[in-house]
């Protein structure tokens, strides 16, 4: 199946990748080019199959909830593009 | 100033043991090498000074309980480093500094190794030439016109150059041994599971590990011993003893049962590498190995089935970059806009490329006929290994099917570049270990490896067989230094 300029404009907006339009072009042949390449999987049978989840057989573990305060929130917010004293800045949510 | 960047592993290990030579000497030995290589473009994040304090530390306490006891290490840049801004690859995380340091860089420090610096990879690990990263290609010291394989290209490069005596990088599809492969050098894929992958940027979480790259087989099985953990903090972490694969590391690997799949027989595969192929074979059956044809049938789907499963853990796992917390931030006028800005401007094409297929085949309506059509095709591939795995104990191929190829050769055909890992990407959706050890040289005078494919936590038995490979393959990395 090819992936129309359309599904371009609506993976990329899922995705939250903004897209120039010059972009969507040459993005709708390459993924088309690649969803070509997968396809080949149909020609498999595999109806009885049942999907791996995992590849070790081992279950998921839990561990103790255990605090495990290093006291590091001013390294952590150094690292945000803006912070107002203990908070992450974003962009105005609600008018 | 004594030359010592061309020693293996081991003998450093044991030289700075014998006082033949200090670690403060070794260390100054690969910083000036580093320093004279800025044409391949190996290194993010240099640490020299530091690296040099930690040197001139280690030669006032000589403390010798570590496997690694004052051995300096450049690493691939996915691993985070505490306080050393790591950036896989990405103008995303330019200017990211971690809080924490990854359990496999960790378990290095632990045993008395330290940082020398950070180096390049593809982009979010993903590429297969080291040409997606936002800080430039890196070339293969074998010619300033090739890459040096990818993802993690600058590991390879560096350690082929003697920047640095041992490197690790991380393999979620050949992104170790296929680099290795194309630099002449030993890099191994473990269990998926055997190291943990706490503290690593994540690209496909099912197929990601972290691997040591080497100079010879036996640094290799010393540095993933040094590498190696059970790590609560991985829920994907197998708690199963780390063998002492140095120790235990052994040529005789006499009646051993060595699996050959007619599978990787492909279309036109150059007739030098069928012919290195040949020539593993006869070493092993050489060293007492005995020789199986066998059939992995569903080869030729694991490559489909990949693109589908690694794009789409890739576009999950990379939804995190949102300008918000870390990273890169571009503007916008509202939130929505400030993220698809952010994620527009700091992510490069490929990266893009893969989010967007892999949001596309999770996405409502195709997640049946693409995802679970993957992980079902996934589930056969491992089988065909199950199977073949009651009769044999280890599988021998090529690693790749070409030399390293010229810097632009493959960049703007995918599909082209995908294909480089036909050999490699079976192993990673089977979980399974696999090493690639330099075997001989093309035509062009490029290095040519082979691989193994092991049985799960079985990374002992591939150490062996490449031993003796090793041991009768010769090979020699005569590499002219024209960087300098």
């Given at each position: 199946m090819s992936i129309d300029k359309d599904t371009v404009k609506h993976i990329s907006k899922l995705a939250r990748i903004s897209l120039d339009d010059k972009k969507v072009i040459s993005l709708s042949k390459n993924l088309s080019s690649i969803i070509e390449f997968i396809?080949?999987?149909?020609?498999?049978?595999?109806?009885?199959i049942i999907p791996l989840t995992?590849?070790?057989?081992t279950s998921l573990r839990t561990r103790k909830d255990e605090v495990n305060n290093e006291k590091i929130r001013d390294k952590i917010l150094k690292n945000s593009p803006e912070s107002n004293e203990e908070f992450f800045v974003v962009p105005k949510v609600i008018e | 100033m004594k030359d010592l960047s061309k020693k293996s592993l081991c003998t450093l290990v044991n030289g700075i043991k014998k006082k033949e030579f200090t670690s403060e000497e070794v260390t100054n030995s690969y910083i000036s090498n580093s320093k004279n290589?800025?044409?391949?473009?190996?290194?993010?994040?240099?640490?020299f000074d530091k690296a040099l304090d930690q040197a001139k530390n280690f030669d006032k306490t000589?403390?010798?309980?570590?496997?690694?006891?004052?051995i300096p290490i450049a690493v691939k840049d996915l691993f985070c480093t505490k306080d050393i801004k790591t950036t896989a690859g990405s103008k995303m995380l330019n200017n990211f500094i971690p809080t924490y340091e990854s359990t496999v860089t960790s378990n290095l420090w632990k045993e008395g190794a330290f940082l020398l610096g950070k180096l390049n990879c593809d982009e979010f690990a993903?590429?297969?030439?080291?040409?997606?990263s936002f800080y430039g290609n890196v070339i293969n010291p074998y010619g300033d016109k090739l890459i040096p394989g990818g993802s993690s290209g600058g590991s390879a490069s560096a350690l082929a150059a003697s920047l640095t005596p041992a490197t690790i990088g991380t393999d979620t599809g050949g992104s170790i041994r296929q680099p290795a492969s194309f630099t002449g050098t030993v890099g191994l894929k473990p269990t998926?599971?055997?190291?943990?992958?706490?503290?690593i940027v994540a690209f496909a979480s099912s197929l990601d590990q972290a691997g040591p790259m080497t100079q010879n087989v036996e640094d290799c099985a010393l540095l993933l011993e040094a590498m190696s953990s059970y790590d609560?903090?991985?829920?994907?972490?197998?708690?199963i003893q780390v063998g002492n694969y140095n120790k235990n590391?052994?040529?005789?690997?006499?009646g051993l049962k060595i699996g050959i799949p007619k599978?990787?027989?492909?279309?036109?595969?150059?007739d030098e590498i069928d012919n290195l192929w040949k020539k593993g074979v006869e070493f092993l059956k050489d060293a007492g190995a005995i020789i199986k044809d066998i059939t992995l049938p569903h080869t030729k789907y694991a490559l489909p089935s990949y693109y589908i499963v690694a794009p789409a853990e890739a576009s999950s796992n990379l939804?995190?970059?949102?300008?918000?917390?870390y990273g890169h931030r571009s503007k916008g006028n509202n939130l929505t806009e400030m993220y698809e800005n952010t994620r527009s401007e700091g992510f490069g094409e490929e990266v893009k490329r893969r989010i967007l297929i892999g949001t596309y085949v999770l996405s409502s309506g195709y997640y049946d006929a693409y995802y679970i059509k993957a992980q079902k095709v996934r589930q056969l591939i491992k089988n065909d290994f199950d199977k073949a795995f009651k009769d044999i104990d280890a599988v021998l191929t090529p690693?790749?099917?070409?030399?390293a190829f010229k810097v632009g050769?493959?960049?703007?055909?995918p599909i082209s570049m995908y294909l480089n890992d036909v050999f490699t990407v079976p192993v990673n959706l089977a979980g399974l270990p696999a090493i690639s050890v330099p075997t001989g040289y093309d035509k062009n005078k490029l290095p040519l490896g082979l691989q193994i494919i092991g049985k799960a936590f079985d990374e002992q038995t591939i150490l062996n067989l490449s031993l003796a490979i090793e041991k009768r393959a010769d090979f020699k990395r005569k590499i002219p230094q024209w960087w300098k």
């Amino acid at each position: 199946m090819s992936i129309d300029k359309d599904t371009v404009k609506h993976i990329s907006k899922l995705a939250r990748i903004s897209l120039d339009d010059k972009k969507v072009i040459s993005l709708s042949k390459n993924l088309s080019s690649i969803i070509e390449f997968i396809e080949k999987l149909n020609e498999l049978n595999t109806e009885k199959i049942i999907p791996l989840t995992s590849i070790i057989n081992t279950s998921l573990r839990t561990r103790k909830d255990e605090v495990n305060n290093e006291k590091i929130r001013d390294k952590i917010l150094k690292n945000s593009p803006e912070s107002n004293e203990e908070f992450f800045v974003v962009p105005k949510v609600i008018e | 100033m004594k030359d010592l960047s061309k020693k293996s592993l081991c003998t450093l290990v044991n030289g700075i043991k014998k006082k033949e030579f200090t670690s403060e000497e070794v260390t100054n030995s690969y910083i000036s090498n580093s320093k004279n290589a800025k044409k391949l473009n190996t290194y993010i994040t240099t640490n020299f000074d530091k690296a040099l304090d930690q040197a001139k530390n280690f030669d006032k306490t000589r403390n010798f309980d570590g496997l690694l006891s004052g051995i300096p290490i450049a690493v691939k840049d996915l691993f985070c480093t505490k306080d050393i801004k790591t950036t896989a690859g990405s103008k995303m995380l330019n200017n990211f500094i971690p809080t924490y340091e990854s359990t496999v860089t960790s378990n290095l420090w632990k045993e008395g190794a330290f940082l020398l610096g950070k180096l390049n990879c593809d982009e979010f690990a993903m590429g297969s030439s080291n040409e997606t990263s936002f800080y430039g290609n890196v070339i293969n010291p074998y010619g300033d016109k090739l890459i040096p394989g990818g993802s993690s290209g600058g590991s390879a490069s560096a350690l082929a150059a003697s920047l640095t005596p041992a490197t690790i990088g991380t393999d979620t599809g050949g992104s170790i041994r296929q680099p290795a492969s194309f630099t002449g050098t030993v890099g191994l894929k473990p269990t998926y599971g055997r190291c943990s992958r706490w503290g690593i940027v994540a690209f496909a979480s099912s197929l990601d590990q972290a691997g040591p790259m080497t100079q010879n087989v036996e640094d290799c099985a010393l540095l993933l011993e040094a590498m190696s953990s059970y790590d609560p903090k991985d829920s994907t972490s197998v708690n199963i003893q780390v063998g002492n694969y140095n120790k235990n590391l052994n040529a005789n690997i006499k009646g051993l049962k060595i699996g050959i799949p007619k599978e990787y027989r492909v279309e036109n595969m150059p007739d030098e590498i069928d012919n290195l192929w040949k020539k593993g074979v006869e070493f092993l059956k050489d060293a007492g190995a005995i020789i199986k044809d066998i059939t992995l049938p569903h080869t030729k789907y694991a490559l489909p089935s990949y693109y589908i499963v690694a794009p789409a853990e890739a576009s999950s796992n990379l939804a995190r970059y949102d300008g918000v917390k870390y990273g890169h931030r571009s503007k916008g006028n509202n939130l929505t806009e400030m993220y698809e800005n952010t994620r527009s401007e700091g992510f490069g094409e490929e990266v893009k490329r893969r989010i967007l297929i892999g949001t596309y085949v999770l996405s409502s309506g195709y997640y049946d006929a693409y995802y679970i059509k993957a992980q079902k095709v996934r589930q056969l591939i491992k089988n065909d290994f199950d199977k073949a795995f009651k009769d044999i104990d280890a599988v021998l191929t090529p690693s790749t099917p070409s030399a390293a190829f010229k810097v632009g050769d493959k960049k703007d055909d995918p599909i082209s570049m995908y294909l480089n890992d036909v050999f490699t990407v079976p192993v990673n959706l089977a979980g399974l270990p696999a090493i690639s050890v330099p075997t001989g040289y093309d035509k062009n005078k490029l290095p040519l490896g082979l691989q193994i494919i092991g049985k799960a936590f079985d990374e002992q038995t591939i150490l062996n067989l490449s031993l003796a490979i090793e041991k009768r393959a010769d090979f020699k990395r005569k590499i002219p230094q024209w960087w300098k």
